[in-house]
């Protein structure tokens, strides 16, 4: 559920109607606007070729660990990934960009789609001793939505502090009851960048949304994913073997990640930031930051990106990765309008002779990204990149795995928007063993898609052309 301002407008356009041209010239002309007056993604490989001699560094519970130390676990690393290129170019690179450390220690749990992790969140709120962070870009009045508002407040009244951050565009459809409800219960509740420029808390940043979707309890536990609160998720999905007849129900296939261990610190940091930067309220003194001790093996790095960056930590680490993979690389995301530099790292890494596999919606909730997203599909199926669309289920995960070591879950969608104007988080988790989790979830979607072939595409129906050609031109918007 990304920001989408124009989300159904072209879905059930007829495009043998005799206005079609006079629409095509008012998008058009959209257009051409907005490319005029936005901002351009950066320069990936002169910041890539700027960072690349850095040395590679861990942190674990008690801090950054010693030189030597540092060599030991890289080489680890290496000889259990079988000494893969992309490890140690990334790593560096992330830490060169990042405030964030790689930490060491953690343990990471897989959550696959809405039921498993809301079963994982409540169990989680439910044995809160201290207090419970939640940032979200939409919470629903729904069945979903009340029963965490319940057991939140039921919390809340235990004296356990409750501080919750939501995205105002996000929330436009939920009552303004709702959160008054948990607010006279204690509740501290801070609305992301209003739409209402009286209620600015400074300036009217209107773009400027916050798509993350981040659960902290304690200070121990953080569930980060593209999972938002509402009852679209409630139901999971079931997949099935991709046929030539698409199965369409309500079910919604998403990825969310609990993690525990030092890398929890890292997302409360972002949480504070997030919150110091709207101009939030002091926040009831709590024991926000635990001494954390070591939950597991997994190792961690914490990505949180916004517009106040130089330039998009997620797309830089996201280019990167695919720069430097010399097997696979493996991307699932929902809403998909490439920018032309994502476009050539996919193509160069299928050149070079990476298997480069893409699953993407058969179907979506914005019919303008889904339009933008296949107006690609031309040059990149020319260009060897494998593009697959998964049925029986609207896609809403944003995941990422490649080389089968170095992975990434989080909030980023592959496009304009989450990499330019949105607040976003990911975790990126490297190890074989946390890959192979990846690998096998991509395995069981990839079988229930449906393979785009080059020459099909090519023979598709003029009406989806057109939409193609419509949607594209308001990508940069979407």
């Not at 501290?188 to 979707?213: Q, S, T, Y």
Request: include cysteine; hydrophobic fraction near 45%.
């Amino acid at each position: 559920m990304g920001l989408h301002y124009l989300d159904e407008a072209t879905s059930e356009i007829d495009m043998s109607h005799p206005t079609l041209q006079r629409l095509a010239s008012i998008v058009a002309a959209i257009g051409i606007v907005c490319a005029a007056g936005c901002a351009s993604l950066p320069d990936t490989q002169a910041i890539l070729e700027r960072h690349e001699a850095q040395a590679v560094r861990f942190e674990n519970a008690r801090g950054p660990v010693s030189v030597q130390k540092n060599t030991a676990i890289l080489d680890e690393l290496k000889r259990r990934s079988g000494d893969i290129d992309i490890l140690e170019k990334q790593i560096a690179l992330e830490q060169a960009i990042n405030d964030s450390p790689l930490t060491l220690g953690n343990k990471a749990t897989l959550l696959k789609d809405g039921p498993a992790t809301y079963t994982a969140m409540f169990q989680a709120i439910g044995q809160a001793q201290d207090h419970i962070n939640l940032e979200s870009y939409i919470i629903e009045d729904d069945d979903v939505g009340r029963q965490f508002a319940d057991l939140l407040l039921v919390q809340q009244r235990r004296g356990i502090q409750i501080n919750l951050i939501y995205d105002s565009v996000g929330g436009l459809n939920t009552p303004k009851l709702f959160y008054d409800r948990l607010k006279q219960a204690g509740v501290a509740v801070m609305e992301f960048n209003p739409v209402n420029p009286l209620a600015a808390r400074g300036p009217w940043l209107i773009n400027n949304r916050d798509h993350r979707k981040l659960l902290i309890v304690d200070g121990r536990t953080a569930f980060i994913g593209g999972i938002n609160i509402s009852s679209v998720y409630a139901s999971g999905s079931i997949l099935k073997r991709a046929s030539k007849t698409k199965v369409i129900n309500n079910a919604w296939r998403d990825t969310d990640l609990q993690l525990e261990g030092p890398v929890v610190a890292e997302f409360q940091k972002l949480f504070f930031q997030t919150w110091e930067k709207q101009h939030g309220p002091p926040l009831a003194p709590k024991i926000y930051f635990p001494t954390l001790s070591r939950a597991g093996n997994d190792i961690v790095r914490t990505i949180g990106s916004t517009p106040d960056d130089p330039y998009s930590l997620m797309y830089l680490t996201l280019m990167s990765a695919i720069g430097n993979a010399g097997k696979q690389v493996y991307l699932t995301n929902a809403y998909f309008v490439p920018d032309p530099q994502l476009r050539k790292a996919l193509t160069d890494a299928a050149t070079r002779g990476v298997d480069v596999r893409l699953i993407l919606p058969s179907h979506s909730d914005s019919a303008l990204v889904f339009h933008a997203g296949r107006a690609h599909y031309t040059d990149l199926l020319a260009g060897g990149v494998q593009i697959f669309e998964l049925n029986g289920a609207l896609l809403h995960a944003k995941t990422a795995v490649i080389d089968g070591v170095w992975s990434t879950v989080g909030s980023t969608n592959l496009d304009w928007r989450s990499f330019m104007d949105n607040d976003e988080i990911n975790a990126v988790i490297l190890g074989r063993d946390f890959a192979a989790q990846m690998a096998a979830m991509f395995a069981t979607d990839l079988a229930a898609s449906q393979a785009i072939d080059p020459q099909t595409w090519q023979n598709r129906p003029m009406q989806f052309r057109v939409k193609e050609w419509l949607a594209q031109l308001l990508e940069r918007w979407l």
